[in-house]
C-alpha cells in the first residue's frame, strides 16, 4: 500500500480557547516497533483533550503533541514485532494522542477490532469511555453482581458507559446529572434513580435508596466538592474510585471518621499515563467481557452528535458546554 507523505491533522500552536485549533499538513507519524498505522476514520472528543488544549494536561514523553486519544479506522502499516492485526483490519484504539489526525500511529496492543456491525463512528465511541470504566470500575473497584453503584456525571460519555456495563453485569445502578433530561436519559439506559444534583442531595437519596445502608461503588469525576458527601453515602466495604477533579482537587474539610469505621478503600487513576503492559490488561478485559455484549447489543456507546475534523472547535465547546448526553463524535478523511 503507497501512502501520501503528508495528512491533514489539528494543529494546536499554544494553549487556549478552542478557537486556537486550526487545521495544518504534516508528515504521517512514525510507525515504532509494536505499533500499527491507522488510517483514521473517525474520532472521539474527550475531556482530557480539552484539558490538553488548555495547557492543563500535557502529553506523557514520548507521546505525539497532536490531540486526540482514541480513533476507529483501517489498518496501513504494521511495526516490527506488532502482532494481532493485519493492513486492512477495522480497528478502534486507545490512542496516547495523536487522534485529530487522518493517520494515527497506536500500540497494537490498545487496539481492538470493530464490533460486528460496528461503523468508524460507533466504534470510536468506544475506547477512552470503556477503557476508562472497565479500569476503575471492575479492575480497580471489584463491582460486583448485586452490588450498588453511584454514578456521577452519569450523562457524560464516561457515566452513559457506566450505567450500562454496570446494569449488563448485574449492578444496581444511582446516577447524578444536571436536568431532568439527563435524569430521564440516565434512566433510560438503566438507572434505578437518576439524581439531579442541582436540585437533591446525592448522599440523601443515596442512603434512602440503599434502606441506610449506602452503595458499594462510587465512581467520581467531581472530586474535592463531593469527597465528603461520597464518604457519606458508601457502605461498609464500600469502594470510592475517582478519576477527575471537575470540582477541584483539594478537600477543604470532610470527616475521614467512616474510612476506618466503614473499612472504606478510596482509589483513583488517569488512564493515559498508565503503562502499555497495564493498557494491554484493560484492553485484553474488555476484549473477553464486554465486546461480546456490545456485538450483541446489551450495551451500546451513546453519541450525542458527530461533527467533520473541520469543525473541532464547536465540538470542543459543545464538551465544555456541559450539555451533551453521550459521546461528542468527529469523521476524519471525508468518512
Not at 495523536?98 to 500500540?107: L, S
Not at 456495563?165 to 447524578?176: K, Y
Request: charged residues 20%; aromatic residues 6%; glycine residues 12%.
Amino acid at each position: 500500500m503507497t501512502l501520501p507523505t503528508e495528512m491533514t491533522y489539528v494543529d494546536l500552536p499554544g494553549p487556549g480557547g478552542p478557537e486556537n485549533m486550526v487545521l495544518a499538513r504534516g508528515p504521517l507519524p512514525e510507525v515504532k516497533p509494536d505499533d500499527i498505522l491507522v488510517r483514521v476514520e473517525a474520532a472521539g472528543i474527550n475531556r482530557p483533550d480539552v484539558l490538553q488544549r488548555k495547557g492543563d494536561y500535557p502529553p506523557p514523553p514520548g507521546a505525539s503533541p497532536i490531540l486526540g486519544l482514541e480513533v476507529a479506522g483501517e489498518v496501513v502499516a504494521v511495526g516490527e514485532g506488532a502482532t494481532g492485526f493485519s493492513i486492512g483490519d477495522k480497528v478502534c484504539a486507545l490512542a496516547n494522542g495523536g487522534g485529530y489526525a487522518e493517520y494515527c500511529a497506536v500500540p497494537a496492543t490498545q487496539a481492538l477490532a470493530w464490533p460486528k456491525g460496528y461503523d468508524a463512528t460507533r466504534a470510536a465511541a468506544l475506547p477512552e469511555t470503556f477503557f476508562t470504566v472497565w479500569a476503575n470500575v471492575f479492575d480497580m473497584a471489584r463491582l460486583k453482581a448485586g452490588e450498588t453503584i453511584l454514578v456521577h456525571g452519569g450523562s457524560s460519555g464516561i457515566g452513559t458507559t457506566a450505567i450500562q456495563l454496570a446494569r449488563a453485569f448485574g449492578a444496581e445502578v444511582l446516577a447524578t446529572a444536571g436536568s431532568a433530561e439527563k435524569c430521564k436519559a440516565c434512566e433510560a439506559l438503566g438507572a434505578k434513580r437518576a439524581i439531579n444534583y442541582r436540585e437533591e442531595d446525592f448522599k440523601a437519596i443515596a442512603l434512602e435508596e440503599t434502606g441506610g445502608r449506602g452503595v458499594d461503588v462510587i465512581l467520581d469525576m467531581v472530586g474535592g466538592r463531593y469527597f465528603d458527601r461520597n464518604i457519606g453515602s458508601l457502605a461498609k466495604d464500600g469502594r470510592l474510585s475517582i478519576i477527575a477533579f471537575l470540582g477541584g482537587a483539594r478537600v477543604e474539610s470532610a470527616n475521614i471518621g467512616p474510612i476506618l469505621t466503614k473499612r472504606l478503600h478510596v482509589m483513583g487513576s488517569a488512564l493515559r499515563p498508565r503503562t502499555s503492559a497495564e493498557k494491554q490488561a484493560i484492553r485484553d478485559g474488555l476484549a473477553a467481557k464486554v465486546w461480546p455484549l456490545l456485538e450483541r447489543g446489551a450495551v451500546a456507546p451513546v453519541i450525542h452528535q458527530v461533527l467533520p475534523l473541520e469543525r473541532v472547535a464547536d465540538g470542543h465547546r459543545l464538551m465544555e458546554e456541559g450539555d451533551h448526553i453521550g459521546k461528542i463524535v468527529m469523521t476524519v478523511g471525508g468518512s
